[in-house]
């Protein structure tokens, strides 16, 4: 049975930084690849990030270009969503995913 389960969510304060992680079980990233998706109060949920490890392929939205970025580990079973100066903006629900799976989501409040 394939999981994505994610943590690393939480409050921080605009200009800060966040590492979300999302660790899957039943298949690997590099094989899959990622993306990650927000959803905030009252909005849609909207893409943000994608990588695929076995193109070299790597997309941001506008919204997070250049402040966000997508790792993996050795293994390639835990993927990792590097959020720096974050924004107001940026509050929202937070999901990883696969073609077929999603996270259970994990709460990101930016706010002083």
Request: glycine letters at 12%.
């Amino acid at each position: 049975q394939v999981q994505l389960v994610q943590s690393g969510g939480g409050l921080v304060q605009p200009g800060g930084s966040l590492r979300l992680s999302c660790v899957a079980s039943g298949l690997t990233f590099e094989e899959h690849g990622v993306a990650w998706y927000r959803q905030a109060p009252g909005k849609e949920r909207e893409w943000i990030a994608g990588r695929r490890w076995d193109t070299g392929n790597e997309f941001y939205s506008e919204a997070v270009k250049g402040r966000f970025s997508i790792s993996r580990d050795d293994a390639g079973t835990t993927v990792y969503l590097h959020m720096n100066t974050l924004r107001p903006e940026d509050t929202a629900v937070y999901y990883c995913a696969t073609e077929d799976y999603w996270g259970q989501g994990t709460q990101v409040t930016v706010s002083s």
